[in-house]
C-alpha cells in the first residue's frame, strides 16, 4: 500500500528500487499494490484489495509506504487501524517511511527528527504486529539527510 503523495512522484524506473527495498527490510515480496490516501474511494479499494487478496501463506503480510517528512495525522493512523481491522489481528504490517522526495532521489531517507516523531504516534498503538522502518537506509552513520 503506497500512500498517494508518494506513488505521485515516482516514475516507472522507480517501481523496482521500491520493491528491492521492500525485499531487503522484510524479505517480502510484492504481490499486489493499492494506493490510499485521496479519499474515502480509494481507501476502501485499497482494502478490498486486502479483504479479497487469496494470500498464498496467511495472515497477510501488509507493507504501508508513508511519507514521513509529514507529520503522524489521524487520517494516517487511522487508515493503518482498518487496515489492522481488516487484515486481521496477527497480520504482519510494516510501516515504511520516506522522506521529503526530491528530482534525484524520490525515495529518500527520513530525517531522524521524522521518524522519532512517527515512532512515538506507533508506539502508542500498541500493535506488536506493526513494525515502524524507514524504506531507504541514512546515507551517513546516524545523521540526518
Known amino acids: 500500500m503506497v500512500h498517494v503523495d508518494v506513488d505521485d512522484v515516482l516514475e516507472p524506473e522507480d517501481r523496482p528500487r521500491l520493491e528491492e527495498l521492500l525485499r531487503s527490510l522484510s524479505g517480502w515480496r510484492v504481490g499486489a499494490y493499492a494506493t ?9 479499494h485499497a482494502l478490498a484489495l486486502l479483504e479479497e487478496g487469496d494470500w498464498q501463506a496467511p495472515p497477510p503480510r501488509i507493507a504501508v509506504i508513508q511519507d514521513g517528512s509529514q507529520p503522524p495525522i489521524t487520517e494516517n493512523l487511522l487508515f493503518l487501524r482498518e487496515l489492522r481491522a ?4 496477527e497480520a504482519q504490517m510494516l510501516l515504511a517511511l520516506v522522506g521529503d522526495p526530491e528530482d534525484e532521489d524520490r525515495l529518500p531517507p527520513l530525517r ?3 521518524f522519532t516523531d512517527w515512532q512515538r504516534k506507533i508506539d502508542q498503538m500498541a500493535d506488536p504486529y506493526l513494525r515502524l522502518e524507514m524504506l531507504a537506509p541514512s546515507s551517513e552513520d546516524g545523521e540526518e539527510v
Open 86 to 89: 481488516v487484515a486481521g489481528t
Open 36 to 44: 490510499f490516501g485521496a479519499g474515502s474511494a480509494m481507501t476502501m
Open 112 to 114: 531522524s527528527f521524522d
